[in-house]
Structure formats: structure tokens, C-alpha cells
């Protein structure tokens, strides 16, 4: 090999050097890009779970509330049923009686 063949071929390996370390670099920094977009989109996504989190925390307690409203109202309306119930009775004893008194009138009177 000639001394400017040799150059050439050094020339040609500083060159690939050159070439594969410009390469390395840039892959680094994309990387380093990469990394960066991946913590920024955990922690999005962090923030959106704790918040789904709390969101669902309330709700819990807003359905815990309405069970206990409505246990509420199931036991007024358990109530309101007996007094129905026994308001019918003295209704139908009221009714019961003055029947009584009408047919013991007629008969009477007729």
C-alpha cells in the first residue's frame, strides 16, 4: 500500500468515525428526548389517575348519602303505610256505625 493510499484510507476511517460518532450523538440527545416526553406523560398520567381517584372518592360518599336518604324515606314511607292502614280501620269502624244508625233508623221509623 502507497503512502497516499493509506492516506486515503485513514482519511476514510476519520471520516466513518466522524460519521458513526455524529450518529451516536444524535441518538443520545433522541433519548434523552424521549426520556423527557416519557416523565412528562407519567406524570399527566399520575395527576389523571389521582384525580380520577378523588373523583371517584366522592362519589362514593354521595352514594353512601342518597343510601342513607333513602333508607330514610323507606322507613316514612313504612311509616306513612301504618297510619294509612289504621286510619282506614277507623274509617271503615266510622262508616261501620253510622250505616248502623241509618238502617236502625229506617227500620224504626218505616
Known sequence: MTNEEMQRAMN???????????????M?????????????????????????????????????????????VSRDVANLADTTRATDERLNALINVVERQISNGRNGKQ
Open 12 to 26: 476514510f476511517i476519520v471520516e466513518q468515525q466522524a460519521k458513526s460518532s455524529a450518529k451516536i450523538d444524535a
Open 28 to 72: 443520545i440527545e433522541s433519548q434523552r428526548e424521549s426520556q423527557k416526553d416519557s416523565a412528562e406523560r407519567f406524570k399527566r398520567t399520575e395527576e389523571g389517575i389521582r384525580s380520577l381517584l378523588a373523583i371517584a372518592e366522592i362519589h362514593e360518599r354521595e352514594i353512601a348519602t342518597l343510601g342513607h336518604q333513602i333508607s330514610s
